[in-house]
């Protein structure tokens, strides 16, 4: 066993690529720091997030977003709006169907959550969460189910785990 190469790497990704069926976006609602930005960007190029609405937050072009996303903003395209739900709007004007990640009374366990087709993760501030506005016009919410003592995760890492499982669900077999 070897680790793979350049050439190897991109051979991989292509053919997991050409398995992934439906377009995927984020909305950020209100992220501020700026680390988990970058996280967040540098996640979403990796899993090739189709487009980032940034709504009243940090956009991919801050210096301190660099320093964790490593540049990989390049891969994104991203538009800057002024709130929640002017992103849910755009997102649902553009086909997508709305999944806020976020703990609430209604939410349904990720796992269980209807991924299909072409979804818009809406993913809240780091403290506040999604905001109630944003929340109200989104089609669903969902959250990740957690097993410790601890009730929530770092806003970047919930995100990851989101794109991911949006991802997953997409391939084809």
């Known amino acids: 066993m070897a680790q793979l190469d350049g050439t190897g790497m991109k051979r991989l990704h292509?053919?997991?690529?050409?398995?992934?069926?439906?377009?995927?976006?984020?909305?950020?609602?209100?992220?501020q720091n700026p680390f988990n930005v970058g996280s967040v960007v540098r996640t979403a190029a990796a899993e090739?997030?189709?487009?980032?609405w940034i709504a009243a937050g940090t956009a991919p072009n801050h210096d301190?977003?660099?320093?964790?996303?490593?540049?990989?903003?390049r891969y994104l395209t991203w538009t800057e709006v002024e709130d929640g739900p002017a992103a849910v709007a755009a997102a649902k004007a553009d086909g997508y169907r709305v999944v806020a990640i976020e703990l609430t009374s209604d939410a349904t366990p990720l796992p269980e959550a209807d991924l299909s087709g072409d979804i818009a993760l809406v993913i809240g501030h780091e403290d506040r969460g999604v905001a109630p506005v944003t929340l109200a016009v989104c089609d669903e919410t969902a959250f990740i189910p957690q097993l410790?003592?601890?009730?929530s995760l770092n806003v970047a890492a919930a995100t990851a785990i989101a794109i991911y499982e949006a991802r997953r669900r997409s391939w084809a077999d």
């Not at 292509?14 to 992220?31: F, M, N, P, Q, S």
């Not at 410790?148 to 009730?151: D, L, S």
Request: hydrophobic fraction near 35%; charged fraction near 35%.
């Open 14 to 31: 292509r053919e997991w690529r050409k398995r992934t069926e439906g377009r995927l976006a984020l909305i950020l609602d209100g992220v």
């Open 148 to 151: 410790g003592k601890v009730g």
């Open 48 to 52: 090739r997030v189709d487009h980032v």
């Open 64 to 73: 301190k977003v660099n320093k964790t996303a490593l540049g990989t903003q």
